[in-house]
DNA sequence: TATGTCAGTGAACGCTTGTGCACGCAATTC
DNA sequence: GAATTGCGTGCACAAGCGTTCACTGACATA
């Protein structure tokens, strides 16, 4: 049974899903979205949006999930790589990086709603982010044998850079990105380098 | 000669300014504001707007500027209030993040049009930014003797992490925001801590 | 005192917006 | 085969928007 009335439903839920995201751009945000261009280039009349979202902020708020998800994926996929050796710092920066310039779109609704209007978003994406974190201290906790406590300021700050750095790749061209990617590297190695002379800091001050 | 219509029409200048920081909130963006309300607040008939701004966009630049400008202002004077003696990188944090807490529709301002949907706002933030990592960079080659490319590596990773704990903070509880600038302090000496290593590791490789 | 300038006005315009409602019609259920 | 469900529709509405236009009247100038 496939039900061929739920998978029509399905499917114009995607073309939803799929008008928002095109009609997001540099020029036009989430906040400017309206519900009727959405339904319009979906295909669709305005007023059965209602039949799959109760809101607008119910649409973002899948955009949302969906585009943190794809992104985490795709790092734990590029860690895995890494088991073959190689530098994790870089190989994990340049997948970001090549995220960022392949789904410019979802990554800049990211990065608006972590200080947009609506708290709801804010927090959506903040989980979002904070599972980024929250898998990078697990890493330095296993695989470096980090104090926990230090291992999270380690990879918050991280985070922190990393991310801010995807905000202005969206506005930079490819050899500027380029750019950027090798200066983050070199900070991202500054900051483990930081961390490891607090760790050690910290032992010869209690031994 | 006072020049009392024009000492009036700065007046309302000011009044549209300030209707427009009002209007700003956690729930209500500069790209979800109307010419017509802020008018209304104002005080004045819409049509009236236009003797002032050509723009909605260009009332928001003169936000942004000033809004930078005031952060910069107060960062400078806390910086010399530093030759006394006292932590730099605590004191700076510190009035950066009082900053945040006490002009928090500027702030959000600030970092909403960071990576808004107006290409000149986003260069306009952009530009107010560096100037912090410019002051900074200075900083570092003057009196800590930093060379200058890796004085910029490091200026810029410790706005980045400053920047977007400030965003954090504009969420937070006052309780959270004391946590949050101990961590932010604590990640600021990390990373002034691998820069010193590097220039070590640097030095060491060369000589 | 006469003349010019210009901040502020109020009515009017053409649009777009979100949403309510009753309805058609195909897929589903019994 | 009959009854039910539910996605998609077209119409209608009230509200809000940015912007135009011709205007008034207080200030500036000479």
Redesign the pocket.
């Known amino acids: 049974m496939a ?4 998978q ?2 399905e499917k ?1 839920r995607r073309a939803l899903i799929q008008a928002a995201m095109n009609q997001l751009s540099a020029e036009h945000g989430y906040a400017s979205l ?4 959405v339904a319009r280039e979906a295909g ?5 949006f209602y ?2 979202f109760q ?2 902020e119910e649409l973002g708020l899948t955009l949302v999930d969906e585009g943190g998800l794809a992104l985490r994926q795709l790092l734990r996929q590029s860690r895995q790589q890494i088991a073959k050796g190689g530098s994790i710092i870089r190989a994990s920066v340049t997948t970001f990086m090549e995220f960022v310039a392949n789904n410019t779109a979802i990554f800049r609704l990211l990065l608006q709603e972590k200080s947009g209007n609506s708290r709801e978003f804010r927090l959506a994406v903040q989980r979002e982010v904070e599972h980024f974190t929250a898998e990078l201290v697990d890493y330095l906790v296993a695989e470096q044998q980090f104090d926990r406590q230090l291992a999270e300021l380690h990879a918050d700050a991280i985070v922190r850079v990393v991310f801010s750095a995807g905000a202005d790749a969206l506005d930079a061209s490819a050899a500027e990105r380029q750019q950027l990617l090798e200066v983050t590297i070199a900070q991202v190695r500054i900051i483990a380098r930081g961390a490891e002379a607090t760790r050690a800091l910290a032992k010869s001050g209690l031994s």
Chains 1, 2 share one sequence.
């Open positions: 039900g061929i009335r739920a029509q439903k114009t309206s519900l009727r261009e669709i009349a305005p007023t059965s039949r799959h809101n607008m």
